[in-house]
């Protein structure tokens, strides 16, 4: 099984930055795509982001395309989602999942999920 945690949530000004962290454990890392979730309270859960295992590619939903960046190291398990221009309406919690298919925007395709790490954007 892979496991996963996210820290780096916290509370941030509109306009600032945020980094998350997915942590991983497992044998088997780098055979799956990671991808970021969010959850505000009254929504669905809404796809972000995801990076393919080797991370040679990268997806990004139009709602933070242009100011969010993913990454991954592999050697250290981990993979990174880089906040820029942060709004109120990004407040959310914050997942990241695996997925042994590829990236997709649709948590069907995900099987491990994380905690969650609570984002809030405000004043």
């Known amino acids: 099984q892979l496991q996963l945690v996210e820290s780096g949530g916290g509370l941030v000004q509109p306009g600032g930055s945020l980094r998350l962290s997915c942590a991983a454990s497992?044998?088997?890392?780098?055979?799956?795509?990671i991808g970021w979730f969010r959850q505000a309270p009254g929504k669905e859960r809404e796809g972000l982001s995801c990076?393919?295992?080797?991370?040679?590619?990268?997806t990004f939903a139009d709602s933070v395309k242009g100011r969010f960046t993913i990454s991954r190291d592999n050697a250290k398990k981990s993979v990174f989602l880089q906040m820029s221009s942060l709004k109120p309406e990004d407040t959310a919690v914050y997942y990241c999942a695996a997925s042994a298919l590829g990236c997709y925007s649709g948590t069907y395709y995900y099987s491990q999920w994380g905690q969650g790490t609570q984002v809030t954007v405000s004043t």
């Open positions: 990076i393919t295992g080797g991370g040679g590619a990268s």
């Open positions: 497992g044998l088997i890392f780098d055979g799956y795509s």
